[in-house]
């Protein structure tokens, strides 16, 4: 037969995997258009009144015609070549560029010098080795913790490790690998959308705003009291479920061996105690005698140093000058991309023409514009809408830090014209940020965990989407609130 003397047809290569692009990539796109943008559109500018400046209603006057930004930039204006290294050197050491980079660099490298002490490591060990479990109140214990984590230094990638380690533990204990998920991962977002200090998330947002660092904490504590605890006690009722009923939805007894914890010794017990002191001497510093970026800085930096101290005369494993140093470095490097992308952001804003709504600007043109739209809205229903597109724009750039620095230049305005606090503009973006990490395939940080704790994404998906439904309708009714209470 005819069909039996063809050639045989070569194999079909499996299609690729499509990836969401990388965040840098996103912002060198915006930049292209940005520059594309001021050919063709004619920017404006507002008058401004009042101590801090803000926007006058109303004001808003178009320029003569189109401003091109140039190809290489001069001492005017920034191009589309040299976007990036503008962005890095625009500002001093309290702005929102210069400033903010430097503090979350040194940040990043003194929360790597913690990390590397193995504290919290042994800290989780000493609680699962402590007798209790077979008990719901150390999975309620660790949740509570991670949730904190979450809040206070925004404990991100380290879920991944943490959960390796915790996965099989909680296994052994009677819980499946979703406990562990909702546990690890789970309560450290809770905890970073409702922080009240997140140096990577709240204070970044904040300070691009023009608001103090860690301003408005006391309705943020506030919330994360409570979406913890409403966090908890879903994960108490559901791991209750799985041990008694003896039933698991994922990881049994085939799960990973345990990794290999380390002993808890006085010096962890010593670095815990410096962070949460450090942690305090910031709240009191910023409450009552006004610090901003270059003091905490200051104050994380003396942390560092306490902790490096605790780590070479406690004994602990690594904990010699030269490697804390060392950790400080890689602490540092994981948080360079954070810094480039607040960069790139801010690169992209002055090639628009800058963020000074006095001076003519696209960006000026584009808040005229969403000021028209949101005109017809109540205000109410504007802060609401602010939260739903930081939840939807979470999805495409999957970066605390990142998301601040593209969206919070144009929000914080916005919430001018439209009537809303810039500090409940800022709540939208955290809310908006923090808790769609869910649930977003686009988050690296989700699919690693559910990689190590060995659950599919659908499988995840499937379980987590009416909790997640919940606390969006939850986070719907803050903002009204906030809103309606001069938040």
Same mark, same amino acid.
């Given at each position: 037969?005819?069909?039996?003397?063809?050639?045989?047809?070569?194999?079909?290569?499996?299609?690729?995997?499509?990836?969401?692009?990388?965040?840098?990539?996103?912002?060198?796109?915006?930049?292209?258009?940005?520059?594309?943008?001021?050919?063709?559109?004619?920017?404006?500018?507002?008058?401004?009144?009042?101590?801090?400046?803000?926007?006058?209603?109303?004001?808003?006057?178009?320029?003569?015609?189109?401003?091109?930004?140039?190809?290489?930039?001069?001492?005017?204006?920034?191009?589309?070549?040299?976007?990036?290294?503008?962005?890095?050197?625009?500002?001093?050491?309290?702005?929102?560029?210069?400033?903010?980079?430097?503090?979350?660099?040194?940040?990043?490298?003194?929360?790597?010098?913690?990390?590397?002490?193995?504290?919290?490591?042994?800290?989780?060990?000493?609680?699962?080795?402590?007798?209790?479990?077979?008990?719901?109140?150390?999975?309620?214990?660790?949740?509570?913790?991670?949730?904190?984590?979450?809040?206070?230094?925004?404990?991100?990638?380290?879920?991944?490790?943490?959960?390796?380690?915790?996965?099989?533990?909680?296994?052994?204990?009677?819980?499946?690998?979703?406990?562990?998920?909702?546990?690890?991962?789970?309560?450290?977002?809770?905890?970073?959308?409702?922080?009240?200090?997140?140096?990577?998330?709240?204070?970044?947002?904040?300070?691009?705003?023009?608001?103090?660092?860690?301003?408005?904490?006391?309705?943020?504590?506030?919330?994360?009291?409570?979406?913890?605890?409403?966090?908890?006690?879903?994960?108490?009722?559901? *791991?209750?479920? #799985?041990? %008694?009923? &003896?039933?698991?939805?994922?990881?049994? =007894?085939? /799960?990973?061996? +345990?990794?290999? $914890?380390?002993?808890?010794?006085?010096?962890?017990?010593?670095?815990?105690?410096?962070?949460?002191?450090?942690?305090?001497?910031? *709240?009191?510093? #910023?409450? %009552?005698? &006004?610090?901003?970026?270059?003091?905490? =800085?200051? /104050?994380?930096? +003396?942390?560092? $140093?306490?902790?490096?101290?605790?780590?070479?005369?406690?004994?602990?494993?690594?904990?010699?000058?030269?490697?804390?140093?060392? *950790?400080?470095?890689?602490?540092?490097?994981?948080?360079?991309?954070?810094?480039?992308?607040?960069?790139?952001?801010?690169?992209? $804003?002055?090639?628009?023409?800058?963020?000074?709504?006095?001076?003519?600007?696209?960006?000026?043109?584009?808040?005229?514009?969403?000021?028209?739209?949101?005109?017809?809205?109540?205000?109410?229903?504007?802060?609401?809408?602010?939260?739903?597109?930081?939840?939807?724009?979470?999805?495409?750039?999957?970066?605390?830090?990142?998301?601040?620095?593209?969206?919070?230049?144009?929000?914080?305005?916005?919430?001018?014209?439209?009537?809303?606090?810039?500090?409940?503009?800022?709540?939208?973006?955290?809310?908006?940020?923090?808790?769609?990490?869910?649930?977003?395939?686009?988050?690296?940080?989700?699919?690693?965990?559910?990689?190590?704790?060995?659950?599919?994404?659908?499988?995840?998906?499937?379980?987590?989407?009416?909790?997640?439904?919940?606390?969006?309708?939850?986070?719907?009714?803050?903002?009204?609130?906030?809103?309606?209470?001069?938040?």
């Amino acid at each position: 037969m005819a069909h039996d003397t063809a050639p045989m047809a070569a194999p079909t290569a499996p299609a690729a995997r499509w990836q969401m692009p990388d965040t840098l990539l996103i912002l060198f796109t915006l930049a292209a258009l940005a520059w594309g943008a001021t050919w063709l559109f004619t920017p404006g500018s507002f008058a401004v009144a009042g101590d801090p400046a803000r926007i006058v209603p109303g004001s808003y006057a178009a320029a003569s015609g189109p401003m091109p930004a140039p190809v290489l930039g001069d001492a005017e204006r920034t191009g589309f070549l040299d976007f990036l290294f503008a962005g890095l050197v625009t500002g001093d050491r309290n702005s929102a560029t210069v400033g903010l980079l430097a503090f979350i660099i040194m940040l990043g490298g003194v929360f790597g010098m913690v990390m590397r002490t193995g504290a919290i490591d042994a800290a989780l060990g000493a609680a699962l080795r402590g007798g209790r479990a077979h008990s719901e109140t150390l999975v309620v214990s660790l949740f509570v913790a991670f949730s904190l984590a979450g809040a206070v230094f925004g404990l991100s990638e380290e879920a991944i490790a943490l959960t390796l380690l915790l996965a099989p533990v909680l296994n052994r204990a009677g819980y499946d690998a979703i406990t562990t998920m909702l546990v690890c991962y789970g309560a450290s977002q809770i905890g970073f959308a409702t922080s009240w200090m997140n140096p990577f998330s709240v204070i970044i947002a904040q300070s691009i705003a023009g608001l103090a660092p860690m301003s408005g904490l006391e309705l943020r504590a506030c919330l994360w009291i409570g979406y913890t605890v409403l966090g908890a006690l879903f994960t108490w009722r559901y *791991a209750r479920s #799985v041990r %008694m009923g &003896g039933r698991a939805r994922t990881g049994g =007894a085939e /799960q990973a061996a +345990a990794t290999a $914890i380390p002993q808890f010794a006085t010096a962890h017990l010593m670095v815990l105690v410096t962070v949460l002191a450090g942690v305090a001497w910031v *709240a009191w510093g #910023v409450t %009552m005698r &006004g610090y901003y970026l270059p003091e905490i =800085a200051a /104050q994380f930096f +003396a942390v560092g $140093i306490v902790t490096a101290l605790i780590a070479r005369f406690g004994g602990l494993a690594e904990g010699g000058f030269a490697a804390m140093m060392d *950790a400080f470095r890689d602490g540092a490097a994981q948080l360079l991309p954070a810094a480039l992308v607040v960069g790139a952001a801010k690169g992209i $804003i002055l090639i628009l023409g800058g963020d000074d709504p006095s001076r003519s600007s696209l960006l000026n043109s584009l808040l005229e514009m969403l000021g028209g739209l949101t005109a017809a809205m109540p205000e109410w229903l504007t802060a609401w809408t602010m939260y739903m597109v930081q939840s939807v724009f979470n999805f495409f750039v999957a970066s605390g830090s990142g998301q601040a620095s593209i969206t919070m230049p144009v929000m914080a305005p916005l919430a001018d014209i439209a009537g809303v606090s810039r500090q409940t503009a800022v709540l939208a973006f955290q809310l908006g940020d923090g808790l769609t990490n869910l649930v977003i395939p686009t988050s690296a940080v989700l699919i690693a965990c559910l990689a190590t704790a060995r659950v599919s994404y659908g499988t995840w998906l499937a379980f987590i989407w009416k909790p997640f439904l919940g606390l969006v309708g939850l986070s719907s009714v803050v903002m009204v609130a906030a809103h309606l209470g001069g938040y």
